[in-house]
């Protein structure tokens, strides 16, 4: 069964560092989104991408944050500058054209 | 941001015996709704859905019904096996719109 894969699988990064999460969505998905959850609590949406660009975004992604589908598999999410409250797993999700997003594993990122 | 809650963080059932979950929302523009189930060091596993124009949807052993005038919906797990023990979080969407809004999860504990 296709899956959503991500990489790595934990990330350790110093604080004003940058960081690039990778995910390779389902390959026939045409929607792909970022989410985060900070530990012990909820599922976050950040961005949603379609057509090359990005469709929704919350207000939790800044200028800090930036997203790119560099080739036709990768979709690639990049914090700039992080902060210790960037600490959070973050989930890749895709989807064709229904409501239901399948999700990957998650990476665990750290800002220390 | 309350939109989709969760109210019991927990819930322990008898294997064999029927699970209940809860989820409650206050969006009245929210029209599909989703369960998903997460194991440790996993991501959201997608379940089972439902669209606003249904009050019941039915996979196996999983059935979410939806009391739209109650802003309500529940899954039901029956019966239940001892690898339903996880995480389950109610999800909802807006139709048109990109991100899923979650709820705080209820942490699944089904006891031989």
């Known amino acids: 069964e296709p899956e959503v894969t991500q990489t790595p699988s934990h990330q350790v990064t110093q604080m004003g560092q940058e960081v690039i999460l990778r995910c390779v969505p389902i390959?026939?998905?045409?929607?792909f989104y970022w989410y985060r959850q900070i530990l012990g609590q909820k599922v976050e949406f950040l961005v949603s991408f379609y057509n090359n660009e990005i469709s929704e975004k919350s207000e939790i992604f800044d200028d800090q944050f930036s997203v790119e589908r560099p080739d036709g598999s990768n979709f690639t999410l990049k914090i700039r500058s992080t902060k210790l409250e960037d600490s959070a797993m973050y989930f890749c999700?895709?989807?064709?054209?229904?409501?239901?997003?399948?999700f990957g594993p998650g990476t665990r990122l750290t800002v220390t | 941001d309350q939109q989709v809650k969760q109210n019991s963080p927990s819930l322990s059932v008898q294997e064999g015996r029927i699970s209940i979950l809860n989820c409650d929302y206050t969006n009245s523009m929210f029209d599909y709704f989703l369960w998903y189930k997460k194991y440790p060091a996993e991501g959201p596993t997608f379940l089972i859905s439902i669209s606003s124009i249904k009050d019941k949807n039915e996979d196996g052993r999983f059935t979410v019904f939806l009391n739209k005038s109650a802003k309500h919906l529940s899954l039901h797990i029956v019966p239940s096996q001892p690898g339903d023990s996880a995480v389950y979080f109610c999800?909802?969407?807006?139709?048109?719109?990109?991100?899923?809004?979650f709820g705080q999860g209820t942490r699944l504990t089904i006891n031989p």
């Open positions: 999700a895709s989807t064709d054209i229904g409501y239901e997003q399948y």
């Open positions: 390959s026939n998905h045409l929607y």
């Open positions: 999800a909802a969407i807006i139709q048109g719109a990109q991100k899923l809004v």
